[in-house]
């Protein structure tokens, strides 16, 4: 692809974050290699993936971050989170308990003191689960998104839905805001 030879214009960090078996793996790959597995095995150590696009004629390199599976302990190093341009927060529209930890997750970026002006997205993912197995709507995603001034999505990694459009939205969101 042309688009990796040329040199990115801007590059962002995005830290993915959530508990465990939300998808957060599946969703990176889904976005970086276009596949799914149904059994993902956990990430061995903590690592990024870059991935380019084009917004608006600028070549935009996000640098996007993976747990290494500490999130089963609610404990990512404040360095995974240090400089982050953009948290991607997920949770499993099929899991009460995923949505519940979405708080605690908030909690924990405040913590660590993620810049003010970081873009926060609250992700429902395993939205092709959502006809049988659904058990937080979208209105009570939406609603929570809202109180902690985030932007909300469903998505599935499976089928891929949605998975662009979040990348895409991040990556515009980041190009527009000021330095
Ligand atoms: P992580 O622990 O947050 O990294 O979650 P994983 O990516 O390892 O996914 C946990 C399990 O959920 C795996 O068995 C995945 O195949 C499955 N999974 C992830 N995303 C989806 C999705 O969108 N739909 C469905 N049906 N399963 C998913
Ligand atoms: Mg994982």
Request: glycine share 6%.
């Amino acid at each position: 692809q042309f688009l990796q030879l040329r040199t990115p214009d801007r590059c962002f960090k995005i830290v993915l974050c959530g508990d465990s078996g939300v998808g957060k793996s599946s969703f990176l790959e889904r976005f970086c290699q276009n596949t799914f597995n149904e059994k993902t095995q956990v990430t061995i150590e903590i690592g990024f993936q870059m991935k380019s696009l084009v917004i608006d004629s600028t070549v935009i390199s996000l640098q996007i971050w993976d747990t290494a599976g500490q999130e089963r302990f609610r404990s990512l190093p404040h360095s995974y989170f240090r400089k982050a341009d953009g948290v991607v927060l997920l949770y499993d529209i099929t899991c009460e308990k995923s949505f519940q930890s979405v708080t605690s997750w908030l909690v924990n970026i405040q913590e660590v003191d993620i810049d003010q002006s970081a873009v926060i997205i609250l992700i429902g993912n395993k939205e092709d689960l959502a006809t049988t197995q659904r058990v937080i709507s979208t209105e009570c995603g939406k609603r929570l998104a809202e109180d902690c001034g985030a932007f909300f999505i469903e998505t599935s990694a499976k089928t891929g839905h949605n998975i662009f459009e979040t990348f895409d939205y991040m990556a515009r969101t980041l190009q527009t805001r000021e330095d």
